[in-house]
Nanobody, 128 residues
Framework: QVQLVESGGGLVQAGGSLGLSCTAS????????MVWFRQAPGKEREFIAA????????AYADSVKGRFTISRDNARKTVYLQMNSLKPEDTAVYYC?????????????????????WGKGTLVTVSS
């Protein structure tokens, strides 16, 4: 069983930056597609960014493109989400998720996309 643990959430002022990490257990992290989602209070879960197993293919939601960067370190079994120029509307619980299978290409997903493993989330609050 794979466990994903997010960290790095917190309170930040609008315009600031925050970096999230998601560390996985298990042996096969390097083969997973890794995805960040978020869910704001009272709203549906939203796709944020995806990264294929090699790190060579990425996809971003329009709402974060140019501000957020997804990356991974397979040796550390960790995926990162660097968030810059944060806005109050970025306030949400951020979840990382993993999809098995060595996809060579990733694309924008639906917030209800089927994933194989999920973390429990980390809260990001952006104050105005």
């Amino acid at each position: 069983q794979v466990q994903l643990v997010e960290s790095g959430g917190g309170l930040v002022q609008a315009g600031g930056s925050l970096g999230l990490s998601c560390t996985a257990s298990g042996r096969s992290f390097s083969t997973y597609t890794m995805v960040w989602f978020r869910q704001a209070p009272g709203k549906e879960r939203e796709f944020i960014a995806a990264l294929n197993w090699s790190g060579l293919s990425t996809a971003y939601a329009d709402s974060v493109k140019g501000r957020f960067t997804i990356s991974r370190d397979n040796a550390r079994k960790t995926v990162y989400l660097q968030m810059n120029s944060l806005k109050p509307e970025d306030t949400a619980v951020y979840y990382c998720a993993a999809k098995t299978g060595m996809s060579h290409y990733v694309e924008v997903m639906d917030g209800n996309a089927g994933m194989d493993y999920w973390g429990k989330g980390t809260l990001v609050t952006v104050s105005s």
